[in-house]
């Protein structure tokens, strides 16, 4: 269903969100399941079009899956597939997990070369270049990708700290004959998570958070709970994105679930805009109650530095903060796909290579724009906030893909948005 937000802008949010558990958590800890057959109860899981499908792709493999609240309840025990069809590899690309997952499993995986997408080609080269260093025999077709043997273990080094490549072989290294390093790993808090669940599961995995993780080989018999509880790390990008809405329209919000240090750069850059920011426990208070500044020259880069998934949502504020911005964009070559769509309400925007200069005005206008991708369709949202006048977000459902019920939770700080179609 590709549904449309309809806003209308100018109202100052206020009131208090507890931010939910991460989407780039749950779903390497939902691939993580297959690794061994049990019980998994997985808590804090957001019900987003992305944790859908994977459920249904861990249904197809043979799994057993069940939502209590939001906890989803997945019996791997009865995995009895190591082929991810193609039907449902299009419908989420992270389903790249799963070569990881089922080689510790059953040590046999074939999946669908995982599609590009608006922000970028998406290679798999690091996860494929690591999987054959580790043993791994791996044929690769035009569309499909065989993968199979056993983990030799040894030491390997990624030639990028890619977050997907990390998680992947991090389980295809857990049924190793021997013990695996893998460094210049990527270190954000979603990879801790992993290894957190991992550990709860009975496996060995030690160094996430740090450019270096070490996976103890298991063979393929690893001892651990015929049935356990995890509950997913709070999403740093929902807090992000939401926190950006407040900023924006110049409100005052508290965010319970959420722990400053994990998103301290984003914090730092809301700072210098001039948001009055205080931290404490797991809860950020943020306030903005006049015109935003420029922060300058603003680069995304691997945690712990800007994250890139929080980039369109800072394009947005920027859009109306005092002074030029330059956002330059290094994690993805096309992720600047809302810049357009900003500029039907009125922003000035030039890009320049991996360089969007952004030169902020003093107000944005209604429109009818058009959601292309998750992360570039929620920054719309929060212009359409920020706007005066009416703005219209169509196919909505990028944004399904990654935020639950985002409408519901602007709804509930007084933002005023409605979705219909
Ligand atoms: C994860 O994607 C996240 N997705 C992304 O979030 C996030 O933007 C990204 O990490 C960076 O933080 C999930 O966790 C499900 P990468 P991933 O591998 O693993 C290149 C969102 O909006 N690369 O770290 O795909 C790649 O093209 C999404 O929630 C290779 O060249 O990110 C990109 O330029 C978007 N070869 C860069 O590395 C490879 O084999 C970073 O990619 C792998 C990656």
Redesign the pocket.
């Not at 206020?14 to 049990?38: D, H, I």
């Not at 059953?106 to 995982?114: D, K, L, N, T, W």
């Given at each position: 269903m590709l549904g449309n937000f309809y806003i209308e802008g100018g109202v100052p949010l206020r009131g208090e969100y507890r931010v939910k558990g991460a989407?780039?958590?749950a779903?390497?800890v939902m691939a993580a399941t297959v690794c061994r057959g049990a019980v998994y109860e997985v808590y804090d899981c957001p019900r987003i079009g992305?944790v859908f499908a994977m459920e249904e792709i861990l249904r197809y493999l043979g799994a057993h899956t069940r939502w209590e609240n939001d906890c989803i309840i997945i019996d791997s025990r009865g995995v009895n597939k190591y082929t991810v069809p193609e039907d449902l590899m299009s419908e989420m690309?992270?389903s790249?997990?799963l070569m990881g997952s089922l080689l510790a499993r059953c040590g046999e995986a074939v999946i669908h070369r995982p599609g590009g997408?608006n922000?970028?080609?998406?290679?798999?080269?690091?996860?494929?270049?690591g999987l054959e260093q580790l043993g791994f025999e791996i044929e690769a077709e035009q569309e499909k990708i065989r993968c199979k043997g056993t983990c030799r273990g040894g030491k390997i080094t990624l030639?990028?700290?890619?977050?997907?490549?990390?998680?992947n072989l991090m389980m295809a290294a857990l049924s190793g004959k021997g013990d695996t390093i893998i460094e210049n790993c990527?270190t954000?808090p979603?990879i801790s998570d992993l290894q957190g669940f991992l550990r709860t599961a009975g496996f060995q995995v030690f160094g996430a958070g740090t450019d270096t993780i070490f996976i103890k080989g298991t063979g393929r018999s690893c001892p651990g709970p015929e049935q356990m509880m995890y509950f997913i790390l709070e999403d740093r990008?929902e807090a992000a994105t939401y926190m950006s809405a407040v900023m924006g329209t110049g409100g005052k919000a508290v965010f319970r679930n959420v722990r400053a240090e994990i998103m301290e750069k984003v914090l730092c850059t809301f700072e210098k805009m001039g948001a009055v920011i205080r931290r404490y426990g797991n809860t950020v208070e943020i306030q903005s109650t006049k015109r935003l500044k420029s922060p300058g020259m603003v680069i995304t880069q691997?945690?712990p530095g800007f994250?890139?998934?929080c980039q369109p949502q800072l394009m947005t504020l920027c859009t109306l903060a005092k002074g030029l911005t330059t956002i330059r964009e290094e994690?993805?070559?096309s992720r600047f796909t809302h810049k357009n769509e900003l500029a039907k309400m009125g922003a000035d925007i030039e890009i320049c290579g991996k360089n969007a200069i952004i030169k902020g005005s003093s107000t944005l206008r209604g429109a009818e724009v058009e959601a292309l991708?998750?992360?570039g369709g929620a920054a719309l949202v929060i212009a359409g906030l920020m706007a005066e006048g009416s703005t219209v977000v169509r196919n909505t459902f990028h944004i399904q893909r990654?935020y639950e019920e985002l409408e519901k939770g602007l709804r509930t700080l007084g933002g005023i948005i409605e979705t219909k179609g």
């Amino acid at each position: 269903m590709l549904g449309n937000f309809y806003i209308e802008g100018g109202v100052p949010l206020r009131g208090e969100y507890r931010v939910k558990g991460a989407k780039n958590s749950a779903l390497p800890v939902m691939a993580a399941t297959v690794c061994r057959g049990a019980v998994y109860e997985v808590y804090d899981c957001p019900r987003i079009g992305d944790v859908f499908a994977m459920e249904e792709i861990l249904r197809y493999l043979g799994a057993h899956t069940r939502w209590e609240n939001d906890c989803i309840i997945i019996d791997s025990r009865g995995v009895n597939k190591y082929t991810v069809p193609e039907d449902l590899m299009s419908e989420m690309r992270s389903s790249v997990f799963l070569m990881g997952s089922l080689l510790a499993r059953c040590g046999e995986a074939v999946i669908h070369r995982p599609g590009g997408c608006n922000i970028g080609s998406r290679p798999i080269d690091i996860h494929v270049s690591g999987l054959e260093q580790l043993g791994f025999e791996i044929e690769a077709e035009q569309e499909k990708i065989r993968c199979k043997g056993t983990c030799r273990g040894g030491k390997i080094t990624l030639t990028y700290p890619s977050v997907g490549a990390t998680e992947n072989l991090m389980m295809a290294a857990l049924s190793g004959k021997g013990d695996t390093i893998i460094e210049n790993c990527a270190t954000e808090p979603e990879i801790s998570d992993l290894q957190g669940f991992l550990r709860t599961a009975g496996f060995q995995v030690f160094g996430a958070g740090t450019d270096t993780i070490f996976i103890k080989g298991t063979g393929r018999s690893c001892p651990g709970p015929e049935q356990m509880m995890y509950f997913i790390l709070e999403d740093r990008i929902e807090a992000a994105t939401y926190m950006s809405a407040v900023m924006g329209t110049g409100g005052k919000a508290v965010f319970r679930n959420v722990r400053a240090e994990i998103m301290e750069k984003v914090l730092c850059t809301f700072e210098k805009m001039g948001a009055v920011i205080r931290r404490y426990g797991n809860t950020v208070e943020i306030q903005s109650t006049k015109r935003l500044k420029s922060p300058g020259m603003v680069i995304t880069q691997p945690y712990p530095g800007f994250p890139t998934d929080c980039q369109p949502q800072l394009m947005t504020l920027c859009t109306l903060a005092k002074g030029l911005t330059t956002i330059r964009e290094e994690i993805f070559e096309s992720r600047f796909t809302h810049k357009n769509e900003l500029a039907k309400m009125g922003a000035d925007i030039e890009i320049c290579g991996k360089n969007a200069i952004i030169k902020g005005s003093s107000t944005l206008r209604g429109a009818e724009v058009e959601a292309l991708d998750l992360r570039g369709g929620a920054a719309l949202v929060i212009a359409g906030l920020m706007a005066e006048g009416s703005t219209v977000v169509r196919n909505t459902f990028h944004i399904q893909r990654g935020y639950e019920e985002l409408e519901k939770g602007l709804r509930t700080l007084g933002g005023i948005i409605e979705t219909k179609g």
